[in-house]
């Protein structure tokens, strides 16, 4: 299971990355929504690794499953954090998770041409400041979903429908700047873009010291909100 993980998530990794390059090769590799293809090429190997860090697990899953085995009520009588506990365990998943996917990231940036550094130090600070965040607005959808497990039989539908809005409408697949400015405009409404596009713009760069601090307000009022 953990070689045929690496190897989809390498597929997927190359797929995206030649779809664009064929896009940007269909206008002579000139800039698309004034990015070029350096940058997207980047974009994607470094969304991929945020989408992997900001995970949240599978906290929701875990919930349902000891609610209808009864396992929760133990969770309930020790004498530790029940949500600390989940937490944790999504952490185990993560690490697992995390090496699954940083290693065909790298074998493919390093094939296809590396990532693009950081823009300076203090960039990559705040890049992994708001990637922090970004993890936590995604932990608490999980728990939230998790929660709904004491008033529904099954939380399946609900994890996949949070599940797909990450990926639809947190700039995983397709970067928010090349969508309509109508669909963009309701993404970034949403909590989603500040778990895998923001901190991604942060590392890519090109962006004012406004707009860096408005990424952050925005996320820090998602997880006190």
């Not at 997207?40 to 992997?52: C, K």
């Not at 065909?104 to 300076?120: E, I």
């Not at 397709?174 to 400015?181: D, G, K, Q, R």
């Amino acid at each position: 299971n953990f070689v045929m993980g690496m190897v989809g998530i390498g597929v997927r990794l190359v797929f995206l990355l030649f779809a664009w390059r064929a896009l940007y090769a269909s206008v002579a590799f000139e800039s698309v929504a004034g990015r070029s293809y350096e940058v997207m090429q980047t974009y994607v190997l470094v969304s991929m690794l945020v989408q992997s860090l900001t995970s949240g697990g599978q906290i929701s899953t875990n919930i349902e499953e000891r609610m209808k085995s009864g396992e929760i009520g133990v969770d309930f009588l020790r004498p530790l954090s029940t949500r600390g506990i989940y937490i944790a365990q999504s952490w185990g998943e993560k690490t697992y998770t995390f090496i699954m996917q940083i290693v065909p990231v790298l074998l493919v940036g390093l094939v296809m041409g590396g990532v693009r550094p950081s823009a300076s130090l203090g960039a990559l600070v705040l890049f992994l400041v708001t990637v922090a965040l970004g993890y936590v607005i995604n932990l608490l959808l999980d728990l939230l979903a998790g929660c709904l497990a004491f008033w529904f039989v099954s939380v399946n539908t609900i994890e996949w429908f949070t599940d797909f809005c990450t990926l639809a409408l947190s700039g995983a697949i397709v970067p928010l700047w090349m969508l309509p400015s109508y669909l963009r405009a309701f993404a970034m409404a949403l909590p989603f873009q500040s778990i895998v596009y923001a901190p991604t713009q942060v590392y890519i760069g090109g962006l004012s010291s406004g707009e860096v601090l408005r990424i952050l307000l925005v996320q820090c009022c998602w997880i006190v909100g």
